[in-house]
């Protein structure tokens, strides 16, 4: 089955800077990659994604890069905030079944 | 695009009783997911769920484990007997599509006694 990998398992940085979280993956048939963002006591909530059709990804302060021939995808949040802060989890799907494996997250914490 | 909600927001039961965690949708939606995610821990896929069949399951989702979507009403999650470890968040998500996007669920806390 999938194994993902995700690292840094904690992440602080000062307001500003920027963070970036990185997964392996195992399956080649994997071929979604989402990202969440969860928050204490809340659901996951989606801040980005991207097929392995697609080598990067970005909506504003957020991107996301995928290298299939090594298997692995990033997270990258630039200008920080505070409200940046939170736990961090990637998966990797398989879409035709929408099978998910999860990471085991990322607690990024933001210092202003 | 709406999320579900899901029903009871807070569970509490005894060992060995049976819970049923139910998740409201849109009516259109055909694709989805129940995941599990302990206190601390990372989320965890149970079954994925298409057009009224389950198409995939993990190896957490054993013979306790029920799901069902009666007449295109609420999806439901069932555990039969209930066991300590089962305690947990548990998540109901929908997507457009195979694999597509998940719309995750507020969750509902299972605290087994």
């Known amino acids: 089955g999938e194994n993902v990998e995700q690292h840094p398992s904690t992440l602080s940085v000062q307001e500003g800077d920027s963070a970036v979280i990185k997964c392996t993956y195992s399956d080649s048939a994997s071929n979604y990659f989402p990202w969440y963002k969860q928050e204490l006591g809340k659901r996951p909530q989606l801040i980005i994604d991207i097929r392995s059709n697609v080598g990067e990804k970005k909506d504003q302060r957020i991107a996301v890069t995928l290298n299939k021939t090594a298997k692995h995808f990033s997270l990258h949040i630039t200008e920080t905030q505070p409200e940046d802060s939170a736990v961090y989890f990637c998966a990797a799907i398989y879409a035709n079944a929408g099978k998910s494996t999860f990471g085991d997250g990322t607690t990024l914490t933001v210092k202003p | 695009e709406p999320e579900v909600t899901q029903t009871p927001s807070h569970q509490v039961t005894q060992m060995g009783q049976e819970v049923i965690l139910r998740c409201v949708p849109i009516?259109?939606?055909?694709?989805f997911y129940w995941y599990r995610q302990i206190l601390g821990q990372k989320v965890e896929f149970l079954v994925s769920?298409?057009?009224?069949?389950?198409?995939?399951k993990s190896e957490i989702f054993d013979d306790q484990f029920s799901v069902e979507r009666p007449d295109g009403s609420n999806f439901t999650l069932k555990i039969r007997s209930t066991k300590l470890e089962d305690s947990a968040m548990y998540f109901c998500?929908?997507?457009?599509?195979?694999?597509?996007?998940?719309?995750f669920g507020p969750g509902t806390r299972l605290t087994v006694l």
């Open positions: 769920f298409y057009n009224n069949e389950i198409s995939e």
């Open positions: 998500a929908r997507g457009d599509a195979a694999g597509d996007t998940q719309y």
């Open positions: 009516s259109n939606h055909l694709y």
